[in-house]
């Protein structure tokens, strides 16, 4: 199941690639004009690790910090799992004024490894 799943994985971002994306990263430096956001912090990432076989799919929460002309407007906790993917889908479009195609939290946990929190991004690729 898990092989089908990095599969699966591996296909959609290929498909994805050069689409119109961006990524949501820690880093601290923010631009001069309009709206910014930035990665706060992953946690809570029940998501199974590659390697490991697993009943449930998991879910990740992350922090997002939303910055108007470097000022700060607002924090949010996002927890991306099955359930609430159009909630977090309309938070992120009404910043962004384009409609998501799809979100993911990376890197992928693996089995036995720590990932260090400036190595956590977030992907979205925009429908075109």
């Known amino acids: ?10 296909f959609f971002s290929l498909i994805f690639y050069g689409q119109n994306e961006t990524k949501i990263t820690p880093k601290k430096c923010l631009p001069k004009k309009g709206f910014h956001l930035r990665l706060k912090s992953v946690f809570d990432d029940s998501r199974c690790p590659e390697g490991v076989s697993c009943i449930w799919a998991g879910e990740v929460s992350v922090i997002i910090e939303v910055y108007d002309n470097r000022q700060f407007v607002e924090e949010k906790v996002l927890v991306f799992n ?29 089995e036995g490894q720590v990932v260090k929190p400036k190595k956590q991004y977030i992907t979205i690729v925009f429908e075109d």
Do not use: D, R
């Open 1 to 10: 199941m898990k092989k089908v799943f990095l599969i699966c994985t591996l």
């Open 82 to 110: 099955a359930k609430n993917k159009e909630e977090n889908f309309k938070w992120l479009e009404h910043y962004f004024q384009k409609k998501i195609k799809s979100i993911g939290v990376f890197p992928y946990p693996k």
